[in-house]
T-cell receptor
């Protein structure tokens, strides 16, 4: 399975500020995704990070609020802009990896953000 | 639209009994169905998955079944143990963009 490193692992952020989360994978992967998990909720897909082009955002998420970079096949960043308490969540990077039976999805450790 | 429904939202079973969690999906072209276990304060961990070319898969005490006609799949945990207590998420890959959509989660509690 792919090894996915995410940082920061945790942070407390001031309202109105922005924070960039980094995701590093130990091998080249085609598909990288960013998810948000609000307290007590399921995982919601924010966007697909496309290498060399603009990310594909899901309904309800916009580039101005969640800009994403994907400069190569092993790295991506997600920025949470102009944060409010409603942005307090776990943000998870995930990648599609290959196993003997086909493709599967793995998650990073997550970045636990609290906005005060 | 893209949707995965999961039931029940909470489940409490006696230790040693079986637990079953059910999910339905909306895209008939979906071809990959993973299940994740999330313990408190941790990331989701893949515990088992099934692809559309098989109807059942088993790994020790965990099994997953898939009914493509009815567009539903289920997780079965037998001989439950205290360490099985966690939140379980089903998911489905939507073929239109290879993205994974998650169910709402089931909080499983094992009673001693």
């Amino acid at each position: 399975s792919a090894v996915i490193s995410q940082k920061p692992s945790r942070d407390i952020c001031q309202r109105g500020t922005s924070l960039t989360i980094q995701c590093q994978v130990d091998s080249q992967v085609t598909m990288m995704f960013w998810y948000r998990q609000q307290p007590g909720q399921s995982l919601t897909l924010i966007a697909t990070a496309n290498q060399g082009s603009e990310a594909t955002y899901e309904s309800g998420f916009v580039i101005d609020k969640f800009p994403i970079s994907r400069p190569n096949l092993t790295f991506s960043t997600l920025t949470v802009s102009n944060m409010s308490p409603e942005d307090s969540s776990i943000y998870l990077c995930s990648v599609e990896g290959r196993v003997s039976t086909g493709a599967t999805i793995y998650f990073g450790e997550g970045s636990w953000l609290t906005v005060v | 639209g893209e949707n995965v429904e999961q039931h029940p939202s909470t489940l409490s079973v006696q230790e040693g009994d079986s637990a079953v969690i059910k999910c339905t999906y909306s895209d008939s072209a979906s071809n990959y169905f993973p299940w994740y276990k999330q313990e408190l304060g941790k990331r989701p961990q893949l515990i088992i998955d099934i692809r559309s070319n098989v109807g059942e898969k088993k790994d020790q005490r965990i099994a997953v079944t898939l009914n493509k006609t009815a567009k539903h799949f289920s997780l079965h945990i037998t001989e439950t143990q205290p360490e099985d207590s966690a939140v379980y998420f089903c998911a489905a890959r939507y073929s239109s963009a290879s993205k994974i959509i998650f169910g709402s989660g089931t909080r499983l509690s094992i009673r001693p």
